[in-house]
């Protein structure tokens, strides 16, 4: 799963973090944030679920 995302500076300056990475790409210029299902799995065997009220 990947996060395209824009991320403004104080200056006006726009990062733009959208580069998709493909299996057997090079480093990217300006990567998107993704997630993997094992990462996934792996934060939800570590952090207890609390249901919230309400």
């Known amino acids: 799963m990947t996060f395209k995302a824009l991320q403004t500076y ?11 990475a493909e299996s057997g790409d090079e480093e990217l210029e300006n990567p998107a944030p993704s997630s993997s299902q094992e ?12 249901r919230i009220p309400g």
């Open 10 to 20: 104080s200056d006006g300056k726009t990062a733009r973090w959208i580069d998709a």
């Open 39 to 50: 990462l996934r799995q792996l934060h939800a065997d570590r952090v207890p679920f609390r």
